[in-house]
Structure formats: C-alpha cells, structure tokens
C-alpha cells in the first residue's frame, strides 16, 4: 500500500504568542489516538544556523529575529523530503550557547507533522511546503511578558538581555518581517496557545485529514 503523504501544518507569529503551547497541547491530545507515526513537531528554532566557529560575546550580537539567522533553506528541503515520506536528521539547537549542538535528531515522516516557529510563513520556498498555514495573532505586549518570564527560567538569561534584545531586535523584526507574514495565514487565532475552541478546530481537522485513503 502506498503510504499517505504527511500533511504539514505550520504554527506562526511572534516570540511568547504560545506557538509551542499550542503545538504540544494539539500533539499531546492526539498522540494516543494517532500514534507515534500519526503526528509529530518540528522547530523551526532547530534550524538556526549554526555559530560554532563565532566567539560568545559575537553570538550575543546576532540578530536572532532576521530570516537569514535561520538555515531555512535546509528546513524547506528537510520538509521536501517528509513529504517524499523520506527520514531527516534534524539539526538540535541550544539557546544556552546560541549555537547547534554536536549532534543530530532522527525524524521519521509522520501523517501529520507541525512546524512551529517565528518566520515560517515569511519565506516562500517554506510557504510551498504547509498544507495549512496558522497565525498565533497574541498582542506583543502580552508576548514580551511571557517572554521575560520565560526567557529567565529556562534560556539562562537576565533581565537586561531580554530588554536590550527585545528592543534592538525583536520588536523591529517582528513590525518589519512577523506581523506582515500573518497575510498568508489561512487560521489566525486569538488569545494565545489556551485557546481551546482554537485547539478543537485545529485537532478535529487533523483527525479528518489521518482517516483519509492514501492518495493515488
Ligand atoms: N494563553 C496563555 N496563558 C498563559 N501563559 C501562556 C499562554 N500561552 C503561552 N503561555 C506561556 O508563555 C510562554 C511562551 O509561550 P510559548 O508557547 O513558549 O511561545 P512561543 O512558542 O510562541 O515562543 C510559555 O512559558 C507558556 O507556557
Ligand atoms: N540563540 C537564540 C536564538 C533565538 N532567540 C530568540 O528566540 C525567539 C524565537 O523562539 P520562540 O520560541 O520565542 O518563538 C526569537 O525571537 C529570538 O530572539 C534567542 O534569544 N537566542
């Protein structure tokens, strides 16, 4: 039998807006009924381009909000190649040291596979290869909030470095390059990653989409 070509599902929008709340949430109550091989995530924060050769202070410099921070080119082609129902070694990020780390994730093709991440839909090669296209359409002053809370916690940051990068980069990226991706957006959805109307659409599509045939 012919396998069923993944469908891809891109999550979008700023930084904080519960891109990856909302992703997990949708995988974590679907992973029983469809299996390891029903549904999986990808982040597009895996394929930030690897900075390794650069010393720290150069990589606390980089503007990790502009397109061309992210190896987008081989995330486009990794997804070419699910699609092809073809296996991936997935680069690994870390936010720690700003670089990848020393080793690679085996991603196998799944029926369904969510792409979460800042710049998905600003890239048109990216664009071609969703199936359906979301925006996480949260107020950035709702984001930024998060984004202290979380950034402290779990990216080993201060309190200065969040304000600083938010200011130097994040909110201009998102005005110049985020915010006007949001027009290709099939779904835009409200309220961040607890939206569970939001949830219930998206979950109850993915569930008609696993019980199709397999395409001829
Ligand atoms: N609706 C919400 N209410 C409260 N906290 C939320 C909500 N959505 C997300 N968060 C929290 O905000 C932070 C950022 O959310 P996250 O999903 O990591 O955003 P993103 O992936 O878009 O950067 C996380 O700590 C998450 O638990
Ligand atoms: N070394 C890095 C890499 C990325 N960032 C920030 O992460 C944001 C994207 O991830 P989200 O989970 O928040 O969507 C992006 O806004 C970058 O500024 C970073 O701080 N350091």
Not at 57 to 76: G, I, K, V, W
Not at 102 to 121: A, D, H, M, Q, R
Request: charged share 25%.
């Amino acid at each position: 039998m012919k396998p069923i070509k993944p469908t891809i599902i891109a999550i979008a929008g700023p930084s904080a807006s519960g891109k990856t709340l909302f992703a997990k949430t949708i995988h974590d109550e679907l992973i029983e009924e469809l299996g390891e091989s029903g549904i999986s995530i990808i982040y597009e924060d895996a394929y930030y381009r690897d900075q390794s050769h650069l010393s720290m202070q150069e990589r606390e410099q980089t503007n990790y909000d502009h397109p061309s921070a992210f190896e987008h080119e081989l995330l486009s082609e990794h997804l070419n190649k699910l699609t092809k129902n073809q296996t991936i070694n997935s680069p690994v990020y870390c936010y720690k040291t700003h670089t990848r780390l020393n080793e690679s994730k085996i991603f196998s093709p799944t029926k369904i596979i969510l792409v979460e991440g800042i710049l998905l839909l600003s890239n048109k090669e990216l664009r071609e290869c969703f199936d359906i296209k979301v925006y996480m359409d949260t107020p950035l002053d709702i984001c930024l909030i998060r984004r202290i809370k979380r950034d402290l916690v779990e990216r080993n940051r201060s309190i200065e470095s969040v304000t600083n990068q938010y200011l130097a980069t994040v909110r201009p990226m998102y005005y110049q390059f985020i915010e006007p991706s949001k027009a290709w957006a099939d779904i835009v959805i409200t309220r961040g990653g607890k939206n569970r109307m939001a949830i219930e659409v998206i979950k109850a599509k993915i569930r008609q989409l696993s019980q199709l045939p397999p395409q001829q």
